[in-house]
């Protein structure tokens, strides 16, 4: 992917749809419409899952919280999308165990009989059934455990993925099949005609330069940020997006010691936490706050963090304290109101895919691990209202860019190399052709230099941050080492996009600025 090529094929070109927003959504409804052969653009004011789509708790799951909450339609539908992401991206998305520890004779009976709902929810693209653990191989499991009273655990699979690197995989995959990506362009006004959205105005922000393109259909994907672009459409329009804030913290593997999470079903609040093993460290979360206004960066509170390590402690040996936290960071949902204010822990995690009198399609909700059937339900609706030729969605079947089936040994067993799939052998010989490539980044980081020149070269990494937030995920797994490897990767960034010292010395101050806000509190 070359994002000069991208710009060129934008001039003179005509869409049948644009997709405004490149998180989750947007990147769906790229990959579905251009597999159905519509003409199509997606545009994104910042990086490829710069919003809440690289902020989630990375799992690929059917939502044993829903189930509780008696909502059986959507775990039904999330469990058939966790099926075929496995089948889809088996680089990018594998089973994993997660252990319910059982302190209560109770709660044996209780969460043994709701998982094996779940079991049987899934049909035949369950990972792996339920089943009740005595107190040795619960321990065995999670050594960490809080053992006091502990009776034994019940274990159920799910499964897990790296959200801003399964979004770059989408990028590539619409790619692939003829699209067009672009990020740094951001949308700032809809074009009209009789009445209809028939275009977007649109910014370069690396150039500041203005233009406009025309589509038969525009798809208002923007998550958090959808009311501003519904109004775009229609000033006086109702917000509907009631934006949530959800904080992860990252504590070192050691926390949880083997390869299996801890789910609990019930913290203070009344909501679940989730300890998870990611890229060999535990990422605890999450809360549920709810926002004002939707933020593009948006900042941990302090209340939030301590709500983690107080309800993390709860269930395990050695608790966790703020000097352990190695990066922290927020997301927030893009919850959509239906009828009437509730509190966001509430609300459905449904999707819902809007139609404006103009024909502005908003695809809003949702989650990770249903973005493909919400693509489908929005491109579905898109064609109508762009009066598009009727075509059938691929997309069930549709190997994303990189398949490669999850037992070929030519996939990388584990580390950073697997994210790549089917590129890792091309990566690897860029890797071996120069031996800068191969020097670690940092001590405490899984990643090469070389890594981040790939970045720029072929997965359209612009900026520092991309490369260090998103392309690599060094910034989550560990926010003090990767501000001290900040200067080299921006003086890598610099050499490959071909600019200055001055360049190298802007994307660094930018870069500590957003970084700062990954650091732990002080104790
Ligand atoms: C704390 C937390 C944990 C979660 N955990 C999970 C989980 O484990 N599993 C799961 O399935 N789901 C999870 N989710 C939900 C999931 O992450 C979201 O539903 C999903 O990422 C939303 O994607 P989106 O594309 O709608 O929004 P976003 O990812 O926010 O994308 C919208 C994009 O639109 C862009 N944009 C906005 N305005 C414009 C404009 N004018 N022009 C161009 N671009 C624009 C933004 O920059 C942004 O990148 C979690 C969410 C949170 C907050």
């Not at 798809?219 to 509907?240: H, L, Q």
């Not at 071996?432 to 490539?437: C, K, L, M, Q, R």
């Not at 490369?467 to 490959?496: F, G, M, N, Q, W």
Request: proline share 5%.
């Amino acid at each position: 992917m070359d994002r000069s090529e991208m710009l060129r094929s934008l001039e003179g070109g005509s869409f049948d749809l644009i997709a405004i927003g490149g998180g989750a959504s947007g990147l769906g409804v790229a990959v579905d419409a251009q597999t159905r052969g519509y003409r199509t653009l997606l545009l994104e004011q910042d990086d490829f899952a710069k919003g809440t789509s690289s902020r989630s708790t990375k799992l690929v799951h059917g939502g044993v919280r829903y189930l509780q909450q008696g909502n059986v339609g959507l775990v039904l539908e999330a469990l058939r999308e966790r099926g075929l992401l496995c089948r889809n991206a088996p680089h990018l998305v594998h089973p994993l165990a997660f252990i319910v520890p059982r302190y209560r004779w109770w709660e044996g009976p209780f969460y043994g009989v709701g998982l094996k709902l779940y079991d049987v929810l899934a049909q035949s693209l369950n990972l792996s059934p339920s089943r009740l653990l005595d107190y040795s191989e619960t321990v065995e499991r999670i050594p960490n455990l809080q053992k006091e009273a502990l009776l034994g655990g019940v274990m159920y699979h799910d499964a897990q993925f790296d959200d801003a690197r399964l979004a770059i995989c989408l990028a590539q995959t619409a790619a692939d099949h003829g699209a067009t990506l672009l990020n740094y362009v951001r949308v700032t006004g809809l074009l009209k005609q009789a009445g209809l959205v028939r275009g977007v105005r649109a910014q370069d922000i690396e150039t500041g330069a203005d233009f406009e393109v025309r589509a038969k259909v525009i798809v208002n994907a923007t998550g958090i940020f959808s009311d501003s672009v519904r109004r775009m459409d229609e000033e006086s329009i109702e917000p509907v997006v009631a934006p949530s804030q959800g904080v992860h913290i990252v504590l070192d593997q050691s926390f949880l010691a083997r390869d299996t999470a801890i789910m609990v079903p019930k913290t203070d609040d009344d909501r679940v936490l989730f300890v998870i093993p990611w890229h060999g460290r535990a990422l605890v979360g999450t809360t549920d706050t709810e926002m004002e206004r939707p933020e593009l960066e948006p900042v941990p509170r302090r209340e939030e963090i301590e709500f983690i390590l107080r309800n993390a402690a709860r269930y395990m040996e050695r608790d966790p304290r703020p000097a352990d936290i190695l990066s922290v960071f927020a997301g927030q949902r893009p919850l959509v109101r239906m009828g009437g204010m509730q509190e966001t822990k509430k609300i459905s995690r449904e999707h819902v895919v809007e139609i404006s009198r103009t024909g502005l399609v908003s695809l809003m909700g949702g989650k990770w691990t249903t973005y493909r059937k919400m693509a489908e339900d929005a491109v579905d609706d898109a064609a109508q209202v762009g009066g598009l030729p009727t075509r059938t969605c691929v997309t069930k079947e549709l190997r994303l860019h990189g398949w490669l089936a999850a037992d070929d040994p030519a996939l990388p067993a584990a580390g950073s190399m697997r994210m790549y799939g089917s590129d890792a052998g091309r990566v690897t010989a860029f890797l071996d052709s120069n031996p800068a490539h191969r020097e670690k980044l940092h001590p405490k980081l899984p990643y090469l230099c070389g890594q981040l020149r790939w970045a720029v070269r072929f997965e359209l990494a612009r900026s520092l941050e991309d490369l260090l937030s998103r392309r690599t995920r060094s910034l989550v797994l560990d926010a003090r080492a990767t501000i001290e490897a900040a200067p080299r990767a921006a003086a890598i960034l610099a050499e490959e996009l071909g600019r200055d010292t001055k360049f190298a010395q802007a994307q660094l101050d930018a870069f500590l600025e957003v970084a700062g806000g990954y650091l732990p509190p002080a104790d």
